[in-house]
């Protein structure tokens, strides 16, 4: 079956240390994107990639860092410097061409204490 | 600026209604709009996508409408069901930026047995 899958679901961390969530895609699209979603709000654009090696900062890209090294994978790292970390992260990705429908995966759920 | 806004926030209807989802944007220049529900925790599911060229697209008990130069798309909900549950979201997709979505923060439906 084609998707997105992340991973972990929830995941659990310390104030002041990094940590990584992963998203890996078989859909064979080209662009890749992370969400951050809070609670009664609608999802917001940290960083998006649209071809490999390349990525593009969204709206709240501070404290959040990307690579995409591979086609399939477009991991996010938060680091200390993000200061509300706690969120419900979600991965997309998009078909290259018209008419660039998004695909979501079943997002990763992160608090920080 | 593109702002994309859902109202009402929640709605709570009794099981066999038919229902309207509203959303508006502030930019009528858009390439297209997508509907997507999201299920409690979980990632979102794209239910319908209707090209700025396009009146309406239908799936199933669905029908999105568009009216570009009202700023405005419904999605229509016929027969609802409890299973309809979820919250619903819009987005809408800029003609000078085809990567990005623009979200509106929902509308959470609840169907009532």
């Known amino acids: 079956d084609g998707g997105i899958t992340q991973s972990p679901k929830y995941l659990f961390r310390k104030e002041g240390q990094n940590v990584t969530l992963s998203c890996e895609q078989n859909?064979?699209?080209?662009?890749m994107y992370w969400y951050r979603q809070d609670p009664g709000q609608g999802l917001r654009l940290i960083y998006y990639s649209q071809i490999v090696n390349d990525f593009q900062k969204g709206d709240i890209a501070e404290g959040y860092s990307v690579s995409r090294e591979k086609k399939e994978s477009f991991p996010l790292t938060v680091t200390s410097a993000q200061k509300n970390p706690t969120a419900f992260y979600l991965c997309?990705?998009?078909?290259?061409?018209?008419?660039?429908?998004?695909?979501f995966g079943p997002g990763t759920r992160l608090t920080v204490t | 600026k593109q702002e994309v806004t859902q109202i009402p926030a929640a709605l709570s209807v009794p099981e066999g209604e038919n229902l309207v989802l509203n959303c508006s944007f502030t930019d009528s220049a858009i390439y297209n709009l997508q509907w997507f529900r999201q299920d409690p925790g979980k990632g979102l599911t794209s239910l319908l996508l209707?090209?700025?060229?396009?009146r309406e697209q239908t799936s199933g008990r669905l029908n999105a409408s568009l009216d570009k130069s009202s700023g405005r798309s419904t999605l229509y909900i016929a027969a609802s069901q409890p299973g309809d549950s979820a919250t619903y979201l819009c987005?809408?997709?800029?003609?000078?930026?085809?990567?990005?979505?623009?979200f509106g923060s929902g509308t959470r439906l609840l169907v009532r047995p």
């Open positions: 997309a990705s998009q078909e290259a061409s018209g008419p660039y429908e998004q695909y």
């Open positions: 859909l064979n699209h080209d662009a």
């Open positions: 209707i090209q700025s060229s396009q």
């Open positions: 987005a809408v997709r800029r003609v000078d930026s085809s990567y990005k979505l623009i």
